[in-house]
């Protein structure tokens, strides 16, 4: 196999020192007397809290970094232990090891003074998050989020931001400072600014040869998860722009020779992110979209309504749409982006990342004629993957797609 | 001659529901609403003269289901789907969907796409039990009802749904009083039994189950054999749609004496407030059910407990489905609760096809350990 020629964006190389100082600034707050959330990390009210003073912490992305380092396998263990079954979701069983007090990954996440979820990505988010208040004797607020059957409606937005300005009294209540309406304009405004920044760069990867691939992608994403109504995570898209559209105007690829456009869904599994690498290397193939990734831009807020808007965001994103939407998104990506065929990432543990993708794919292949490969294992736990399927699952569908 | 009613009339309703349902439909000309009965205000679909009927997914194969969902959604999902790509349930007008899980959405985002337009509804089910959510609850059963008065051409009245109320609490009262039978030592009545008089409840036309109800309940204590078994349990969990599944636990030395199932005391259990509106009465009734779908874990715990204690249990059995991800993650906190109070449990999950030899060992090991 020929070596790597991937060209990693320095933006990317910046995310291990931010995600290193997200952790520390948790320590920080309680340092300076503030308070710190533990929050769902698919349109969590980062904005609400950033306003206030109060620092989130986001579950997920733990797990994810956990991942990344290696690090699961006791928290795993005494998950099970405590009598999780190992079909349900690998990132809960990760993070209530720490929570149970297994030696973890950055020792632990700094303990949170109130936990906050929605039900806009999987009833997982509820579950977990009441196991987590139950186990730590922790407040927690859950924000009820209906599904979208066909269009968003205005009583689903009305009631959403309802609740959201409740979550602001009960804030205000733990933390003892006030919700200031002109700071939350303020967080919203630079929210809707990072994310206009993030569509904007993916919009850049409509080019060819394609400047960023799926691994720099998935460490950009950072964050829009973790900073979004901050000046930082603004600062660092402007950067992004700036290098990704450096690199169209001179013509250069994230790597060498692109020879196929591949867009992906699912969450990456953490644990084997070199098979992107493999993709890249061997076929010359490359992510120019990735749904997951994208989750984080998805939605335009209006800093004078900030909690209707937030209570749009909650509701708009891509697991809380129905399919025929899902369909319709995937198909406009395919055609603006180029791309030649798709790879459908299933985790047995992640309902809703993964339970339409037979469907999706008989659908693709049925009614528009698009190429795809489901590749089943688990984002988290790394005992549910084998690399040399993985890839033996790939070769065929490279060769399907016309690699020689 | 008096008619001697006995308890394998329920076994009987319950098989041959579909029998049933089509006769129903083919003399009355109106619709059948299929639902996820214990959360979806059946007394609308009732008031609207529409029947509602429980839906099922115990499957035979997922031979043409797998073509749409994969292994790992629950195989509730799975075995329905499989029966209606089999067009076992051309009886449905509609299906009406709680959304209660992760499987349910994928079930109905897919189904969405493979049915006609208008014949599924999603029927939002809040998974948090504030005055916020209580209030957009009742605006969806109201948005339901104007649904279910166009989908069924007839105007429902405030009178209309006073009187659904009456006939549901009626049954509901019927189901409490056998299971209040169920006390005694030895309960007349075996938990598989029990169970298919909860499961005819949600499938047979309300006011024929109550009549035949009120007759077992006459009946039911002259009965010659009592069952047997070693050990009084309770079985807590989701729907259970097929008798087998509590006929190995009590194939096994357990006794089935109480349940926290939604096919069992969940779903008849709490009745209505008399002191509001009729829609509020309803909404308010199915918003308040004990459910890992948004109650707390300490009102799942509470009613558990009481359930344990009013029914002189000895150990408790979670019959869980693979991959049913609400009721594993309930188990953990439900488990070491019980644990606490000195009760002890077991998680026994199941899939299709169900390894009835290795489920009837565990079972076998608990009830030896109860003794």
């Known amino acids: 196999m020929s070596k790597s020629t991937r060209r990693t964006l320095s933006c990317a190389r910046e995310v291990t020192d931010l995600v290193v100082a997200h952790y520390m600034s948790a320590l920080q707050a309680h340092n300076e007397g503030r308070h710190v959330a533990w929050s769902t990390a698919v349109a969590p009210p980062s904005e609400i809290l950033y306003s206030m003073g109060v620092q989130p912490l986001f579950p997920e992305n733990y797990a994810c970094v956990s991942t990344v380092m290696k690090a699961t396998h006791n928290m795993f263990d005494a998950s099970e232990a405590h009598g999780l079954s190992r079909d349900l979701c690998s990132y809960t069983r990760c993070v209530m090891g720490s929570v149970l007090g297994c030696e973890a990954t950055l020792g632990g996440m700094e303990k949170p003074d109130v936990l906050i979820s929605t039900k806009n990505v999987c009833l997982t988010y509820l579950k977990w998050w009441q196991l987590m208040a139950h186990t730590l004797k922790c407040p927690l607020y859950v924000i009820d989020c209906p599904r979208i059957t066909e269009e968003i409606q205005e009583s689903q937005v009305k009631y959403v931001a309802a609740q959201l300005r409740d979550l602001g009294s009960e804030l205000e209540k733990i933390t003892g400072r006030t919700l200031d309406e002109e700071k939350l304009k303020e967080a919203v405004r630079l929210s809707n600014k990072a994310a206009e920044l993030w569509r904007n760069v993916f919009e850049y990867r409509k080019a060819k040869p394609c400047p960023m691939g799926v691994t720099d992608s998935s460490a950009a994403m950072f964050p829009m998860v973790a900073s979004a109504g901050t000046t930082e995570a603004v600062e660092y898209y402007e950067r992004l722009l700036n290098e990704v559209s450096e690199r169209v105007k001179n013509g250069v690829g994230v790597i060498e020779d692109e020879k196929f456009r591949l867009l992906l869904s699912g969450i990456p599994f953490w644990h084997h992110l070199s098979l992107f690498n493999y993709l890249e290397d061997k076929y010359k193939a490359v992510f120019v979209h990735e749904l997951y990734t994208a989750t984080w831009g998805m939605a335009s807020l209006d800093p004078t309504k900030p909690f209707e808007s937030l209570a749009f965001k909650t509701l708009f994103n891509p697991t809380n749409m129905p399919q025929t939407w899902l369909e319709k998104w995937v198909v406009k990506i395919v055609k603006d982006f180029s791309v030649d065929g798709m790879v459908l990432l299933s985790s047995r543990s992640c309902k809703a990342t993964s339970i339409l993708n037979v469907a999706v794919q008989k659908f693709l292949r049925e009614k528009h004629g698009i190429p795809s490969v489901i590749l089943e294992a688990d984002h988290t736990d790394e005992r549910a993957y084998s690399d040399a399927q993985a890839k033996a699952k790939l070769d065929i569908f490279m060769e399907i797609l016309g690699a020689k | ?371």
């Open chain 2, 1 to 371: 001659m008096r008619t001697k009613f006995e308890v394998g009339k329920f076994q009987e309703l319950f098989e041959n529901r579909d029998a049933i349902a089509a006769e129903w439909k083919t003399k009355s000309g109106r619709k059948i609403v299929g639902c996820i009965s214990t959360y979806v205000p059946e007394e609308i679909v009732y008031a609207a003269e529409l029947l509602p009927v429980e839906i099922i997914g115990k499957p035979r194969t997922y031979a043409k289901a797998d073509a749409y969902l994969p292994s790992f959604s629950c195989s509730f999902m799975r075995g329905f789907l499989e029966r209606l790509l089999e067009k076992e349930y051309e009886y449905l007008d509609l299906l009406v969907l709680p959304s209660l899980c992760d499987s349910i959405w994928g079930f109905y985002s897919i189904w969405q796409e493979l049915s006609p337009d208008d014949s599924t509804y999603l029927l939002h089910y809040p998974s948090q039990r504030s005055k916020e959510a209580s209030n957009y609850f009742t605006q969806v059963v109201e948005r339901f009802k104007t649904f279910m008065e166009t989908f069924s051409a007839k105007d429902i009245s405030e009178k209309d749904l006073e009187v659904a109320i009456e006939v549901y609490e009626k049954n509901r009262r019927l189901l409490k009083s056998l299971y209040e039978l169920r006390r005694k030592e030895p309960p007349p009545i075996s938990g598989v039994e029990a169970l298919e008089v909860v499961l005819s409840s949600m499938t047979t036309p309300k006011q024929l189950h109550s009549q035949l109800l009120e007759g077992l309940l006459r009946e039911i204590e002259r009965r010659d054999e009592y069952p047997k078994g070693d050990a009084r349990l309770l079985v807590s969990g989701h729907i259970i749609d097929d008798p087998d599944v509590l006929r190995v636990i009590e194939d096994s030395g357990g006794l089935i004496v109480a349940d926290d199932l939604d096919t069992g005391s969940r779903y008849f259990w709490s009745l209505t407030d008399s002191a509001a509106k009729p829609i509020e009465r309803i909404s308010k009734r199915y918003f308040e059910l004990p459910s890992p779908y948004g109650s707390s874990f300490e009102d799942r715990i509470k009613y558990l407990v009481a359930m344990v204690k009013a029914f002189k249990v000895e150990g408790v059995v979670f019959p869980t489905r693979k991959f049913c991800d609400p009721y594993l993650f309930d188990y953990v906190p439900l488990g070491r609760a019980l644990k606490e109070e000195g009760v002890p449990s077991l998680l026994l999950e199941y899939e299709y096809p169900l390894a009835k030899g290795s489920l009837k060992t565990r079972v076998e090991a608990f009830v030896e350990m109860l003794r």
